[in-house]
């Protein structure tokens, strides 16, 4: 299994989170079924203040760029992907690759 971790900056309004906060409580099931679909097991979003965190574990094979090229590519991704922008600190038409930033790990018990 492979694991990544991101980074992502929200908009700093109580009322953009909360509905961000509220969206991904009930995120559409052709986006679950798209995250599993390309080898992704398990993703787990955190949030403190403004920023998110993301945890996402792949099957052994996963390749990042390839495996998120055709993500973006499955049954409403793109709508999903403009639907949260609003709330990100991002430019809107940026990719989701271009909004969440990979982190280093730089510490493993």
């Given at each position: 299994m492979k694991r990544y971790?991101?980074?992502?900056?929200?908009?700093?309004?109580?009322?953009?989170?909360?509905q961000y906060i509220e969206a991904h409580?009930?995120?559409?099931?052709?986006?679950?079924?798209?995250?599993?679909?390309?080898?992704?097991?398990?993703?787990?979003i955190y949030i403190h203040g403004c920023t998110l965190f993301m945890i996402v574990d792949t099957v052994d094979d996963f390749d990042w760029e390839r495996d998120n090229a055709r993500l973006?590519?499955?049954?409403?991704?793109?709508?999903?992907?403009?639907f949260v922008s609003r709330f990100q600190q991002a430019l809107p038409e940026?990719?989701?690759?271009?909004?969440?930033q990979l982190m280093e790990?730089?510490?493993k018990l």
């Open positions: 971790c991101q980074t992502l900056q929200l908009k700093n309004d109580p009322e953009l989170i909360a409580r009930n995120v559409w099931s052709e986006i679950k079924a798209g995250i599993r679909e390309v080898g992704i097991v398990d993703m787990q973006a590519t499955l049954p409403r991704q793109a709508e999903w992907e403009a940026a990719s989701s690759a271009e909004k969440w790990r730089i510490f």
